[in-house]
Nanobody, 123 residues
Framework: QVQLVESGGGLVQAGDSLRLSCVAS????????MGWFRQAPGKERDFVAG????????YYTDSVKGRFTISRDNAKNAVYLQMNSLKPEDTAVYYC????????????????WGQGTQVTVSS
């Protein structure tokens, strides 16, 4: 069992930056592929970014490439999402996700979810 707790969301203006953090409980954090998803009002929960267990491989949805960076610190049981050049269309609840092995790009493959943190970008 893994519990994920996100933090770092907030209200910012277009062009600003935010850094989301997700801290996991348990001793097997390095065994999980980690990722971030987001869900805007009235829309499905979509993949944003993923990172391999070692942190050596990262992947992103096209709309955030070059603006967002995912990273992890296995010693701290933490995964981060650095978001730069934010746009109003980035407004959503952002969820931390964990999967036991495998690439994490689809919400149906997620084993554990965090509670979500709101990111609002004003124009």
């Amino acid at each position: 069992q893994v519990q994920l707790v996100e933090s770092g969301g907030g209200l910012v203006q277009a062009g600003d930056s935010l850094r989301l953090s997700c801290v996991a409980s348990g001793r097997t954090f390095a065994s999980y592929t980690m990722g971030w998803f987001r869900q805007a009002p009235g829309k499905e929960r979509d993949f944003v970014a993923g990172i391999s267990r070692s942190g050596g491989t990262t992947y992103y949805t096209d709309s955030v490439k070059g603006r967002f960076t995912i990273s992890r610190d296995n010693a701290k049981n933490a995964v981060y999402l650095q978001m730069n050049s934010l746009k109003p269309e980035d407004t959503a609840v952002y969820y931390c996700a964990a999967r036991i092995g495998g690439i994490l790009t689809q919400s149906r493959t997620v084993d554990y979810w965090g509670q979500g943190t709101q990111v609002t970008v004003s124009s």
